[in-house]
């Protein structure tokens, strides 16, 4: 399992969806505005309380995070950012984030990658933290490399969007990279 994650840090607060988001989420499927919200949310506002609590859930499991960013000052969810396909015994998982496309361009991505990744290289136990990007998308390369990733090459035509393949940059942040973790560990 991971422990419940909460990080103020370049105006955001980060921590986990939960119960306490559903007014705000239901607002955002209502309005079909889910440019805020992960990939796998849901898709009609009776699915919003089940897909909070699963959420829950499986920080519990030992599945993943799924964090919304809130705007500190207000509490408004401006993105999410998620650590998933959590692999304990190489001590691996995945990262992926997004933000509200009236709030991006503020530093919220790179904000939410860096402290995030910091946090699972500490104190949610991973040893590498990896993220995925389409060379293409300019934005993402760009949070990726502010975050303090480190590019290690190309997934040549390894994403597919239904009409054509994707090449995908990787990088990764390692547990020296943060120098806080034994990499042996
Ligand atoms: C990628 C995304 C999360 C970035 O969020 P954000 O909060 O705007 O990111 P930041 O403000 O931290 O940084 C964005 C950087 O990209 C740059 N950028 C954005 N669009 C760009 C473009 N078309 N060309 C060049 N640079 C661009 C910005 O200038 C900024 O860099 P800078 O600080 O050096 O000026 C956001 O665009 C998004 O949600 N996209 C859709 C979901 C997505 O692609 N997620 C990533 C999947 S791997």
Do not use: C
Not at 47 to 63: A, F
Request: glycine share 12%.
């Amino acid at each position: 399992m991971f422990a419940p994650v909460k990080i103020i840090s370049g105006g955001l607060e980060i921590r986990e969806f939960g119960p306490q988001d559903a007014a705000q989420v239901a607002a955002f499927v209502a309005a079909d505005d889910r440019t805020a919200l992960p990939p796998g949310a849901p898709q009609t506002v009776a699915e919003v309380d089940e897909w909070l609590t699963g959420t829950v859930r499986r920080r519990l499991d030992g599945d993943g995070v799924l964090l919304a960013l809130l705007d500190a000052a207000s509490g408004e969810i401006v993105g999410s950012i998620g650590l998933r396909d959590i692999d304990w015994r190489a001590g691996r998982g995945e990262i992926g984030y997004g933000v509200r496309a009236s709030r991006r361009g503020r530093g919220y991505a790179a904000t939410a990658a860096r402290v995030v990744g910091r946090w699972a290289l500490t104190d949610g136990g991973m040893r590498r933290v990896q993220l995925r990007s389409r060379v293409d998308n300019i934005a993402s390369l760009r949070v990726a490399e502010k975050a303090g990733y480190q590019r290690e090459g190309t997934l040549r035509m390894a994403d597919w969007d239904g009409e054509k393949t994707h090449d995908l940059a990787v990088f990764s942040m390692i547990s020296t990279d943060v120098g806080t973790v034994d990499a042996t560990r």
